[in-house]
């Protein structure tokens, strides 16, 4: 048995629970994608939120703890959304993953030549299918 695809089962998952709650992806006209873009960012920014909340971020209080099973919580509610937005923007698992793999490349560049100046052609290479 091939072993398991596990961001395509992700990106499965997430689509079911996105279709469940009445948000069809692949079915969204331009003005629909813009909306769920927004919509998505948005509870993305929010779950960021909750997850700082869960560390002790502020400096000058002393009443904080580091909460890390909330914060392990968070950081997969972010993946919920992160992955919505991908769907949105027609991207698939193993379309995030090419991407992924040529920004990495890209990073690692940087950091080898010292990152210095940044410029147009600085995310060149990271497109699909080339």
């Known amino acids: 048995m091939p072993p398991t695809d ?12 996105n279709q469940r709650i009445g948000v069809d992806t692949d079915a969204m006209d331009e003005e629909q994608q813009v909306k769920w873009l927004l919509n998505y960012s948005r509870a993305l920014s ?7 909340d869960s560390v002790p971020w502020k ?7 580091y909460d890390r099973a909330n914060v392990q919580v968070e950081i997969v509610d972010m993946l919920h959304f992160l992955v919505s937005l991908a ?16 920004k990495n490349r890209v990073n690692f560049q940087r950091q ?6 940044k410029d147009e052609s600085d995310n060149a290479p990271v497109k699909l299918g080339k």
């Open 6 to 17: 596990m961001l395509a089962e992700i990106f499965d998952c997430q689509k079911a629970l």
């Open 46 to 52: 929010q779950e960021t939120a909750e997850m700082i």
């Open 59 to 65: 400096w000058w209080a002393k009443y904080q703890k």
């Open 87 to 102: 769907q949105v923007a027609g991207l698939s698992a193993k379309d995030v993953h090419e991407l992924y793999m040529k």
């Open 112 to 117: 080898e030549t010292g990152y210095a100046v």
